[in-house]
Structure formats: structure tokens, C-alpha cells
T-cell receptor, first 111, second 116 residues
Framework: DQQVKQNSPSLSVQEGRISILNCDYT??????FLWYKKYPAEGPTFLIS?????DKNEDGRFTVFLNKSAKHLSLHIVPSQPGDSAVYFC??????????FGKGMKLTVNP | DTAVSQTPKYLVTQMGNDKSIKCEQN?????MYWYKQDSKKFLKIMFS???????INETVPNRFSPKSPDKAHLNLHINSLELGDSAVYFC???????????????FGPGTRLTVL
């Protein structure tokens, strides 16, 4: 029972263009959402988050959009850089200590 | 000065053996976690400890036993290892364990366990 879904396993974009990573969730109790970035042989690192009271949160080149009615969020990276190449995990939280993660999406940014 | 460290990084062992993975955080956080990333790449929480007390215990076989000697350490002991235990195990910590805005979880580099 996947409560957090990242349906596309991979995305390849050109340097300088926009990367859009999508995430869907099924549990309406989730009210806090996070994106983590993971390089090979390292642990995930926190990237950006959004509370359900907002529909957008921006941090430099990274913006997360939340559409509560569609139970959908997306991460936009503009402009994409080769160093952004990594696996991106979407995660959700419903007011407990427990984070529920998606299975990740591999982003490749080509120079 | 690694924030969350795990040892060993790689662990190869035979079925039926007992093994431990150690985790230490020097961030002064109150809450620590163990996650398992299986072959399908899902990161799933196994356990959470807050100040040495067990908070989350997902449906994990009782062959897995976490031990927290102090709030900076959370070790994972696995008895009678099975093939299906092969995975990458990540330790993490967070300041409060609430999962809320500033309570970010910091992950260790992972331990790749291979059971032959």
C-alpha cells in the first residue's frame, strides 16, 4: 500500500532547463511534505518542505508546489545543474514522528 | 565531524548469523531512527527512539532488536539473518521527533547488508 507515489523512475534534462519531479499521495491525513536528495553511497539529505497550509514554498532554485485537492506535489528546479543529478525522494508526514517515503526518482542533468 | 555515522558501511554474512549495525549522532538530537531501503528502493521506517525510549516500532520481525545505550547511539541487532534481510539500512536523527517544520531528519550514509 503505497501512500506516497513517485510514478516516474527517472528524468533526464539539459543543464539550464527546468526539472519537474512529481509526487502523489493517498493519505488525506498527511499535512507536511518534504523532498530529500540522495547521492550514491550517501544518506538522503533534506532539500525543501511545505506545510499543507501553503501551496508553494521557494528556496533558491528549488520550488515545491502543493495541490491538496489533487493530493499532488511537485518539485521544480530552475535552472537545473549537473550537480543536481541524484535520486529525489518525496516524503509525507501526518503529525507523528513517522515519515512515509516514495521510492525515489533519479534525475540526470546533462551538461 | 560526521553528523550521523554508521558502522560498518558494508556487511556480508551468511544466513543464520547474528550481526549488529552501529549508529552514532553528534548533533545533540533527541530522536533517532532506523530505516530499511529494500530492493524496490522504498525507504521504510523500522524503529524510532526518543531519549532512549522506543516510540515507533513498525511491523518488523522480532529478530530485529534496536538498542539505545544513550540518546546519541542507536544500534540495530539482527538475529538469525535471512536472505530477505539484504538491504541498505539507514540511521537518522532529528531534534525533537515531531516531524514538523524545523524538525528535519538527518541521515547516515547507510549500511549495505548482504545475506548469502
Amino acid at each position: 500500500d503505497q501512500q506516497v507515489k513517485q510514478n516516474s523512475p527517472s528524468l533526464s534534462v539539459q543543464e539550464g532547463r527546468i526539472s519537474i519531479l512529481n509526487c502523489d499521495y493517498t493519505n488525506s491525513m498527511f499535512d507536511y511534505f518534504l523532498w530529500y536528495k540522495k547521492y550514491p553511497a550517501e544518506g538522503p539529505t533534506f532539500l525543501i518542505s511545505i506545510s499543507s497550509i501553503k501551496d508553494k514554498n521557494e528556496d533558491g532554485r528549488f520550488t515545491v508546489f502543493l495541490n491538496k485537492s489533487a493530493k499532488h506535489l511537485s518539485l521544480h528546479i530552475v535552472p537545473s545543474q549537473p550537480g543536481d543529478s541524484a535520486v529525489y525522494f518525496c516524503a509525507a508526514n501526518g503529525g507523528s514522528e513517522k515519515l512515509v517515503f516514495g521510492k525515489g526518482m533519479k534525475l540526470t542533468v546533462n551538461p | 565531524d560526521t553528523a550521523v555515522s554508521q558502522t560498518p558501511k558494508y556487511l556480508v554474512t551468511q544466513m543464520g548469523n547474528d550481526k549488529s549495525i552501529k549508529c552514532e549522532q553528534n548533533l545533540g538530537h533527541d530522536t533517532m531512527y532506523w530505516y530499511k531501503q529494500d530492493s524496490k528502493k522504498f525507504l521504510k521506517i523500522m524503529f524510532s527512539y526518543n531519549n532512549k525510549e522506543l516510540i515507533i516500532n513498525e511491523t518488523v520481525p522480532n529478530r530485529f532488536s534496536p538498542k539505545s545505550p544513550d540518546k546519541a547511539h542507536l544500534n540495530l541487532h539482527i538475529n538469525s539473518l535471512e536472505l530477505g534481510d539484504s538491504a541498505v539500512y539507514f540511521c537518522a536523527s532529528s531534534p525533537l521527533g515531531t516531524g514538523r517544520s524545523t524538525d528535519t531528519q538527518y541521515f547516515g550514509p547507510g549500511t549495505r547488508l548482504t545475506v548469502l
